[in-house]
């Protein structure tokens, strides 16, 4: 009978330790402050050797991809391409099939620290908000960064929509931005984390009889 009754003691509290975990969990996720899920967020695209980013900006396709903890990155458009290897960052306009060279110091300024972007916790001041089970997570860039925002668009707020899971973390359903612009339309935006970069990503060869202008000397 006394095995019985532990038997019964432990089953009882085995349930109420589950019911508990099941009750308190969806609390300890709606207590993160937007801080807090700022960062969650940032883990999410720090986890390989660089991050991509892709958004179409009035029709037209844009991508950034950027090597994590260095200078080196890659813009194209439909107009340009903007390369920096970390030490050299080149500019090919296409339409004039020219391109200009110099020191990543003296021009690259703002977009050697393209990474900065995906900082989400530091460079940028968050507000969440929760409706049933989905998440909005508003983020308003910084002036560290808004440098940089610029170039690549003037995107002035981004907001990610996610839902949060118990084992795999958090779940992106939708990311939207906000041009400085209000004729600009930013849409289609993606980011992910790229566990292994293509080296050739950061080089450039000019094609045949492209005008180039070297500003390095």
């Given amino acids: 009978m006394k095995e019985k009754m532990k038997f019964i003691n432990f089953y009882i509290g085995h349930s109420l330790i589950v019911f508990f975990a099941f009750i308190l969990f969806p609390l300890a996720v709606s207590a993160q402050t937007a801080d807090e899920m700022a960062k969650e967020l940032e883990n999410l695209y720090s986890r390989g050797e660089g991050t991509a980013l892709s ?3 009035d029709g037209e396709k844009n991508s950034l991809t950027f090597a994590n903890g260095s200078a080196k990155f890659r813009i194209e458009n439909p107009t340009d391409l903007i390369i920096s290897d970390g030490t050299t960052i080149l500019h090919y306009t296409k339409s004039k099939k020219e391109v200009v060279i110099d020191k990543a110091e003296s021009k690259g300024g703002s977009l050697s620290n393209v990474q900065e972007l995906i900082k989400f916790s530091l460079n940028y001041s968050s507000v969440l908000t929760k409706k049933k089970n989905m998440y909005e997570l508003e ?7 808004s440098k940089i925002l610029e170039s690549i668009g003037g995107i002035s707020l981004l907001k990610f929509r996610f839902t949060k899971l118990s084992k ?4 992106i359903n939708k990311i939207t931005a906000r041009s400085l612009k209000g004729d600009i339309a930013v849409g289609n935006i993606k980011i992910k984390s790229v566990k292994k970069l293509d080296r050739s990503l950061f080089t450039f060869a ?3 009889g492209a005008k180039t202008i070297d500003l390095r000397d």
């Fill in 55 to 57: 958004f179409t900006l």
């Fill in 139 to 145: 983020l308003t860039p910084s002036k560290n960064i």
């Fill in 168 to 171: 795999s973390g958090i779940a």
């Fill in 206 to 208: 000019a094609p045949a």
